[in-house]
T-cell receptor, first 112, second 113 residues
Framework: GQQLNQSPQSMFIQEGEDVSMNCTSSSIFNTWLWYKQDPGEGPVLLIALYKAGELTSNGRLTAQFGITRKDSFLNISASIPSDVGIYFC????????????FGEGTQLTVNP | AAGVIQSPRHLIKEKRETATLKCYPIPRHDTVYWYQQGPGQDPQFLISFYEKMQSDKGSIPDRFSAQQFSDYHSELNMSSLELGDSALYFC????????????FGPGTRLTVT
């Protein structure tokens, strides 16, 4: 099935550092979403992107919808220990609301 | 704010048994999605419903069935359980007025022994 390539798979950073992760696809998505998941819990929506080139912020988080519609990135600035978790990108083909296709996830560890 | 409710949170079944997972979407959300997440994997889409009709179908085994009821809650029925069915099962909901944004429940952890 459709795959999203997410990188890096894991990151180990110091508190206060900035973080960047991205997703690429071989095909176009109309919507890009970024989620954070804690162990044993459901994914929590962080940012939703609907237009190519769109840059959206949510506090210390910034995400962009790539111009080609085949990629997206997420930046976290000034990381804090509670940023620890798995971050997933998810693409959606149709704005009418079809299934989400997820990337493999980025495991983020923040050392205090 | 109200979130998606899933029950039970944990379920232990033996091989060949059946299981029923329930999902209560956020109020006024009319679309429900089911996802399966194996250990260390990303969520995989199973099936979705809009206004009580199946709207999309993914890699859901024939042993599984689901439906959405008039109050918009949904149930995922799983029969002839196999060891490989052990996973986290998530329900997500959205309203068609907000394109794309799916909100996930806390999940049901199914363990098949």
């Amino acid at each position: 099935g459709q795959q999203l390539n997410q990188s890096p798979q894991s990151m180990f950073i110091q508190e206060g550092e900035d973080v960047s992760m991205n997703c690429t696809s071989s095909s176009i998505f109309n919507t890009w979403l970024w989620y954070k998941q804690d162990p044993g819990e459901g994914p929590v929506l962080l940012i939703a992107l609907y237009k190519a080139g769109e840059l959206t912020s949510n506090g210390r988080l910034t995400a962009q919808f790539g111009i080609t519609r085949k990629d997206s990135f997420l930046n976290i600035s000034a990381s804090i220990p509670s940023d620890v978790g798995i971050y997933f990108c998810a693409g959606q083909r149709e704005t009418s609301g079809s299934r989400l296709t997820f990337g493999e996830g980025t495991q983020l560890t923040v050392n205090p | 704010a109200a979130g998606v409710i899933q029950s039970p949170r944990h379920l232990i079944k033996e091989k060949r048994e059946t299981a029923t997972l329930k999902c209560y979407p956020i109020p006024r959300h009319d679309t429900v999605y089911w996802y399966q997440q194996g250990p260390g994997q990303d969520p995989q889409f199973l099936i979705s419903f809009y206004e009580k009709m199946q709207s999309d179908k993914g890699s859901i085994p024939d042993r599984f069935s689901a439906q959405q009821f008039s109050d918009y809650h949904s149930e995922l029925n799983m029969s002839s359980l196999e060891l490989g069915d052990s996973a986290l099962y998530f329900c997500a909901s959205r309203t068609r007025g907000l394109a794309g944004e799916q909100y996930f429940g806390p999940g049901t952890r199914l363990t098949v022994t």
